[in-house]
C-alpha cells in the first residue's frame, strides 16, 4: 500500500486487554529528535496539480532518516500536509502511531500546527490513547501490534500539520539484517518524498529500484556512507485493478543489508529444524499411519491431514511469535497453531514417517513477485511444508483444513515462490497447476410438462474437483444445507420466477478423489410456466461462467490484466420434452490467446442440449491485448445467455395420396380404350374409305 495510506489507517480498532501495563501513557514517549536528525524546511505544493488533491490533505512532505546502531537502526520519520478543504479535518486532525511494543521504542519528537505562518507548538499537550489493534482477530490473527492515537484540538481548514517520531527498532530475529523500502511516487501529489540513509561503510547497502529508474546520491560521513533519495512533485500514479503482482504499481526502492537470501536463511532456519519426539498420542497416531499405509505417498497424504483437521488454526504472532514457531508438543497441547505451528508440527511428522520435508516460507498475496524484492524476513506472511518423494516434489499447505485428494491429485499449495529453510537458500519457483478438464462442471436439466396442467422440472448436477473441491468441502462445513439451498433457489428464482425445490440437497464427498458432487432438485407450476409468457421467451444459460474473468475499464489503462490462477469451467443445459426441433446455430465459439469459449449443441425432435467450456489460456492479459481481450469478455457475456420459445410446434408434415392398385389399373385400362376410340376409330373408316373410291386414269 502507498505510504499515504499507512499513515491514514482508518481508526477501527479492536479493543482488548486494556488492562495490560503494556497500554499505559508512557508507552509513546515525548521528546526531542535525536542529535543526527537534520530538520529541512518545508517544500511548497506543486500548484498546477490541485485538481488532484484528495480528501481535503495537501501532502507536503514525507522524509524518513534512518541511522545504523548496534543490534539494530533507528528511524526518524517526519510528515507534514495541509489541511485544504473540510474532509480534511476528519482524517488530518487524528493520527495514529503504530508499533510493536516488543521491538520498537516509539518517541514523539514535535507536534506543530502553522496557521498562517505562526506555529503552535501542541506537543505538551499531547494525549495518548493506546490501543491493540487486532483487525483479522475473527480470522484468528492476533500481532500484538499497538496503536496510539493523538486527537489534536483546535484543527482548521488551511492549517499545516507537522510531525515527527523516532523509532528505536531492535529486531528479535535476524539482528543483522536490515530491510527498508518506501515508494517514489503517490496516488496523490506530494511536494518532497526524501529518504536518507547512514550506514557503515563497512556494511555497504543493497538497493534494488522497481518500476523506477531513480537513484540515490551517495555520500561519505566519516565511517559511515549516506545514501540519499530527494523525488520532487512526483506525478500522481493512477493503481489500476487486477494488475499482476509481478508488476510494479508504482515505483518503489528496496534497501536491504544483503542480497542473498541464505542470510533469511541462516536467520530463521534453526527455529525450524523437525523435532523427532511427540507427545506419546501423537506419536501412536503416526506410528498406526505408518503400519496402515506402507506407501511413503499414502503417509504424506494421511499426516497432512492429521494436521490439517485435527489442529485449529490460531495466530499468536506477537512479539519473537512473528516468526519463531511454538514447539510442536506445546502445539498438540494447546490444540490450536498458526501457519509456522502447523508446519513444523507437519514437516517433523514426516520426517518420524520417513519422509524429506522442510518448512518453507511463502507470501499469500504478493509470493509471485518475491524475486522482484531484496532478501527480508517481512516479505514472507506464511509458512508452508517442501516434501520430497524420490524425485517428486510436493508443497504442502498444514492450515488447509479439510484437503482431499491423494499424491497424485492433491492440490499443491501454489503461491508463487518458496524460501525452503535449508542449508543451500535461495527462491524456488512453485509450479503452476494446469487444468486438463473442468474443475466445476453444473448439468441443469429441464423437463417440460408432458400434459397441459403439469409442472416443469428442473434437476441441477454440480461437480467439483481440486482445489474448488477442497473450497466446496469448507463451504459445506462452514455453511448450513439449508442456507445453501436457500441461496441456491434465490439464484434460480430470479430467472424462473415461481420455482420451488422439491427437495433437500444431495451431498457425495469423494475426499479421495477429491470430488465433491451437489444435486439440487426443483419444480416450477404450470400457472409459473404461463405467467409473463415465460415459455415464449424462456432463458437457458450460464450467467456465472464468466464472472471470475477480470473486466477492469481500459480508460488509461497502461498495465496487464491478472487472470488468476487457471480456470477450466463446463456448463450444460439439457431441455426435454419438446415439440420441435430446436436449434444452436447462432451460439459462437469465442477464441483469444488469453481466454477460449468453446459452445456445443445438439438436437432430436424432443430434446435440445447446449455445453459452455470456458478456459483461460494464460495468467495474464499484455496492455496491447487488453481492448480485444475486454471484447471477447462481453462476447462471452452474451454467448452464454439465450432465450427460446419452447411453445412452438413444428407444422405436420404435407400430405401424399397414395393410389389403391385396382383403381390404378381400372384407370389405365379406361385410357387405353378411350386413345383407342379416338385414334382407332377415325383410322378404320380412312382404311374403308379408300377402298371404295375408283381408280383414276
Sequence with gaps: ????????????????????????????????????????????????????????????????????????????????????????????????????????????????????????????????????????????????????????????????????????????????????????????????????????????????????????????????TVYLWEIRNPKPVKVEDNLPVQYPAWGSVDVASTADWQSVVDAIAPHYRPVTDFPADFAARLDDIAVKHPVAEDRMIH?????????????????????????????????????????LLLASSLVRLGISAEVALADLDHGRALDQHLPALRDFDHAIV???????????????????????????????????????????????????????????????????????????????????????????????????????????SKQYPGIQSVAKLEILDQRDGNVVSVKESYSLPAQALAANDLAKNFPIQAADLGNYLPAPTIVGRRGPISLGTPYYRRHSVTVRNLKARFSGEEIKNIATPYVSLKTSWSNTATEFRVEWNLLTLATEVPATAIADYLKSVEDISKDVQWQYDFTYIDPPPAEVKVSDPDTQQRQVIASMFLLTLFVGVPVFIAVRRGRRQPARG
Excluded at 462442471?441 to 400434459?451: G, Y
Aim: proline fraction near 5%; aromatic fraction near 10%.
Design 1 to 224: 500500500m502507498i505510504k499515504s495510506y499507512w499513515r491514514l489507517i482508518a481508526f477501527a480498532l479492536f479493543l482488548v486487554s486494556l488492562s495490560s501495563p503494556a497500554l499505559s501513557d508512557d508507552v509513546v514517549l515525548i521528546g526531542p529528535a535525536p542529535a543526527w536528525t537534520r530538520l529541512i524546511d518545508v517544500p511548497s505544493a506543486d500548484a498546477t496539480r490541485s485538481d488532484q488533491i484528495r480528501n481535503g490533505i495537501s501532502w507536503l512532505l514525507s522524509d524518513d532518516q534512518i541511522v545504523h546502531r548496534t543490534g539494530g537502526y533507528d528511524q526518524y520519520s517526519r510528515t507534514v500536509y495541509k489541511i485544504v478543504d473540510r474532509p480534511g479535518l476528519e482524517q488530518g486532525a487524528g493520527i495514529n502511531l503504530q508499533f510493536d511494543p516488543s521491538r520498537h521504542k516509539v518517541t514523539l519528537n514535535h507536534l506543530h500546527i502553522i496557521r498562517d505562518g505562526a506555529v503552535i507548538d501542541r506537543l505538551a499537550s499531547t494525549k495518548f490513547d493506546i490501543f491493540r489493534q487486532e483487525k483479522d482477530a475473527e480470522k484468528g490473527l492476533y500481532d500484538g501490534w499497538l496503536t496510539a492515537h493523538v486527537n489534536v484540538e483546535d484543527v482548521r481548514v488551511g492549517d499545516i500539520v507537522d510531525y515527527a517520531t523516532t523509532y528505536e527498532i531492535t529486531p528479535l530475529v535476524g539482528k543483522d539484517l536490515f530491510f527498508f523500502s518506501f515508494a517514489t511516487e503517490w496516488e496523490e501529489p506530494v511536494a518532497l518524498i526524501r529518504a536518507n540513509i547512514t550506514w557503515p561503510a563497512s556494511q555497504p547497502l543493497q538497493i534494488k529500484a522497481r518500476g523506477t529508474e531513480l537513484k540515490p546520491g551517495i555520500s561519505s560521513s566519516g565511517s559511515d
Design 303 to 343: 499426516a497432512t491431514r492429521l494436521v490439517q483437521d485435527q489442529i485449529r488454526y490460531v495466530s499468536l504472532s506477537i512479539g519473537a511469535g512473528s516468526y519463531i514457531p511454538r514447539d510442536p508438543a506445546t502445539v498438540l497441547q494447546s490444540g490450536f497453531g498458526d501457519c509456522k505451528d502447523k508446519a
Design 386 to 492: 517442501k516434501a520430497k518423494i524420490g524425485s517428486q516434489t510436493y508443497w504442502l499447505d498444514a492450515t488447509n483444513d479439510l484437503q482431499g485428494g491423494k499424491a497424485y491429485n492433491l492440490a499443491q499449495a501454489d503461491y508463487g515462490f518458496a524460501l525452503p529453510l535449508s542449508s543451500t537458500g535461495g527462491l524456488e519457483k512453485m509450479p503452476t497447476p494446469e487444468l486438463t478438464s473442468p474443475s466445476i462442471q453444473v448439468a441443469e436439466e429441464f423437463d417440460f410438462p408432458e400434459k397441459p396442467g403439469d409442472p416443469l422440472s428442473l434437476t441441477v448436477f454440480s461437480m467439483y474437483e481440486g482445489a474448488d473441491a477442497d473450497s466446496m468441502r469448507n463451504r459445506l462445513a462452514g455453511q448450513s444445507l439449508t442456507e445453501l439451498s436457500d441461496n441456491y433457489l434465490k439464484y434460480y
